[in-house]
Structures are given as C-alpha cells and as structure tokens.
C-alpha cells in the first residue's frame, strides 16, 4: 500500500509539473505569429486556456501585457502542495498504522 502511495504521490508530481511546463509553453507561444495555429498550439490550447480563462476573470491585463499566468501558476504551485501534503500524510498514517 505503501509504494502505491509513493507512486501516486510521484506521478501527481509529474503531472503537476509537466502542466506547469504547459502553460509557460503555451503563454511563450505568444510570442510567435502562428504558433496557436499549430497541432502543438492547438493542444496546449485546450488543455492550458480553460484554466488561464478563470483567472483572466478575475486579473485583467495591463498595458495589453496579462498577469494572469503568472498566478495560475503560483495557484498550481499551492495546489500542488496542498495534494502532496495529503499524500505525505496518507503514507505516514499508512507506515505508523
């Protein structure tokens, strides 16, 4: 049981940190005339916009310059945080019990 947590708790790491990749892909991606409009853009597109669409809700830009994944990602970064301290807790409530 306890290696399965260990796992878990890896591979939601990974996968945290590959959707942080993500999304500095995607944003940087701005920065080429076309790049959306690649099969890469396109992907990234579905699976980064409907999340930097929430906080582009809440942040607007600033002199045509958004914030708003600059702290989609500092939310990831807690929310990653918040799932591994779960999985740490469940592993050692799993090796004490």
């Known amino acids: 049981m ?4 260990q796992l878990l ?3 939601v790491g990974w996968a ?5 990749l993500a999304i500095i892909i995607y944003v940087l991606m701005s920065w080429f005339p076309g790049a959306y409009n690649t099969p890469v853009g396109h992907f990234l597109s579905r699976i980064c916009q409907p999340y930097l669409a929430f ?14 994944p600059i702290v ?3 939310a990831l970064s807690f929310i990653q945080n918040g799932v591994m301290g779960i999985l ?3 592993i050692r409530l799993s090796i004490g019990g």
Not at 2 to 5: D, G, N, V
């Open 9 to 11: 708790a890896r591979v």
């Open 16 to 20: 945290f940190d590959a959707y942080e």
């Open 88 to 90: 740490t807790t469940l």
């Open 55 to 68: 906080f582009d809700r809440f942040i607007p830009a600033i002199g045509g310059i958004s914030f708003s």
């Open 72 to 74: 989609a990602i500092i």
């Open 2 to 5: 306890i290696e399965f947590i």
